[in-house]
């Protein structure tokens, strides 16, 4: 059973620019929780999702940033025109249902460098 | 809101020797507690969890951890340490306002001596 995929798993973009980043939950798992991890701090929750919905985004810059977990497919963090500030490793994680008494399963992380 | 601490921001030990990472969380009820270690370039992979029960709690690794409630934390031991322990680790404490997503504190980075 593959664990949870991200792709890619770096990714630079100049100023401006677009940002997509794509999270693959482990098989079976349909609860997805995106963080951010800036240098030197810990993981920060930015969302969290279930499959066509966003349960809470209360994590999440109200500008630039959204998230989507289609029905089909992997989960999506996209960010518009990127800032130096992202820079950071984005990391998402996956559950088989809510985490209240469940492992949340990270992936290896996307690094994004913004020039 | 539900916080941790994570008092010391780098430690070093020698092989062999004993280790402990300590954790503050703050939470009104039982809190629901992690530790994650990181390697560098890696993801996180969990050592340990408590939700109930006994509050001695035993993880992956030969890590262990212990829930004391009066004193609100959640420290993290090992009896001897291998070199292969040197990593990022990471207390997390779930936050029941969304969704149990995990807040964490800031990490120890651990670095450990021949």
């Known amino acids: 059973n593959a664990g949870v995929m991200q792709n890619p798993r770096h990714l630079v973009r100049r100023r401006g620019q677009e940002a997509r980043l794509r999270c693959s939950p482990m098989k079976g798992h349909s609860h997805v929780y995106w963080y951010r991890q800036l240098p030197e701090e810990g993981l920060k929750f930015m969302v969290y999702l279930q499959k066509e919905n966003i349960i809470d985004e209360s994590g999440m810059p109200k500008e630039r940033f959204s998230a989507e977990f289609p029905k089909e497919g992997p989960s999506i963090l996209r960010i518009q025109q990127v800032v130096r500030g992202d820079s950071a490793a984005y990391f998402c994680a996956s559950s088989p249902s809510t985490a209240r008494y469940n492992e949340q399963f990270f992936g290896p992380g996307t690094r994004l460098t913004v020039l | 809101a539900q916080s941790v601490t994570q008092p010391d921001i780098h430690i070093t030990v020698s092989e062999g020797a004993s280790l402990e990472l300590r954790c503050n969380y703050s939470y009104g009820a039982t809190p629901y507690l992690f530790w994650y270690v990181q390697s560098p370039g890696q993801g996180l992979q969990l050592l340990l969890k408590?939700?109930?029960?006994?509050?001695l709690v035993q993880g992956i690794k030969g890590f262990e951890a212990e829930f004391k409630r009066s004193q609100s934390s959640f420290n993290l031991r090992k009896p001897s340490v291998h070199w292969s322990d040197a990593a990022e680790y990471f207390c997390?404490?779930?936050?029941?306002?969304?969704?149990?997503?995990?807040?964490f504190g800031k990490g120890t980075s651990l670095l450990v001596t021949p």
């Open positions: 997390a404490v779930a936050n029941s306002n969304s969704g149990y997503a995990l807040n």
């Open positions: 408590y939700f109930s029960g006994d509050t």
